[in-house]
């Protein structure tokens, strides 16, 4: 076993809540950039919405009814995956404010 002083150990433990802080925050914004409203999303959405109309016009109940829950059902995907980014984002800076503050207590002196 290695042993460690309470300074040394304050140290590793704000580095590995550093890394690990900055590790959530680039994922977050990772996610928040691949996996908001991408083309495969809006080409969906218009096929939906085309095939929505064409039911309108030909007097397709269903047809309009399933096209609408797909939109709905596309919304909520992309706020979804919005909701997931925001939250690793602010994990990741919240775990390194968090690190910051464990720095700030290591006694430099018994060093």
Known sequence: MIPFSMAETQILIAGTLFFLGLTCTLLGI??????????????????????????????????VQSASELVAAINQ???TATGVGVFLTCTGLVMIVAAYFVVM???WTTL
């Open 30 to 63: 990772f996610v928040l950039m691949t996996r908001g409203y991408t083309g495969e999303v809006r080409a969906l959405a218009a096929h939906t919405a085309r095939i929505g109309q064409k039911g309108i016009g030909q007097d397709i109940t269903g047809v």
């Open 77 to 79: 995907l992309v706020k």
């Open 105 to 107: 207590q290591v006694n």
